[in-house]
């Protein structure tokens, strides 16, 4: 038996996964399937390089679609408005100090399929997010990264 894992997400998170999951059963999938058809229609399976990649793809597109299946079916939407800043929590925004370089730095935290690190959107499953949780304000906290460990101040806590 495997173990239920809940995925936190947005709203709009969840429907951005339920558009996705849409495109590829209806469009991609279907597309994969003609693709093996006609390598099919090629003749020898045995040495057919186009029939193997199609297959291949084919592979790839149904585990994308049983993850995305399996994150839907096991989502659970977060409210932001019912949001708790007083300790830092998934869907916080924690403006933060490296005190190593001294740089202020913003992360806000987020489920795992809506992590964007171009607009500072960390998945809770990172290093950095699995420190900070639980932390308040004022706290100082060694973080171990691949890197080595980064010592933050949390400077605030927000939504």
Known sequence: MTDIKTHYVTKEGLDKLKKELEQL?????????????????????????????????????????????????????????????????????????????????????????EADIKQNKISVETPIAKGLLGKKAGDIVDIQVPSGVLTFEILEITI
């Open 25 to 113: 059963t209806t469009v991609e999938r279907p597309s994969i399937s003609m693709q093996i058809a006609e390598a099919r229609d090629k003749g020898d399976l045995s040495e057919n390089a186009e029939y193997d990649a199609a297959k291949d793809a084919q592979g790839m597109l149904e585990m994308k679609i049983a993850k995305l299946q399996d994150i839907i079916r096991n989502a659970r939407i977060i409210d932001p408005s019912e949001i708790d800043t007083s300790q830092v929590q998934i869907l916080n925004t924690v403006k933060l100090l490296n005190k190593k370089i001294n740089k202020i730095v913003k992360y806000t935290i987020v489920a795992e399929s």
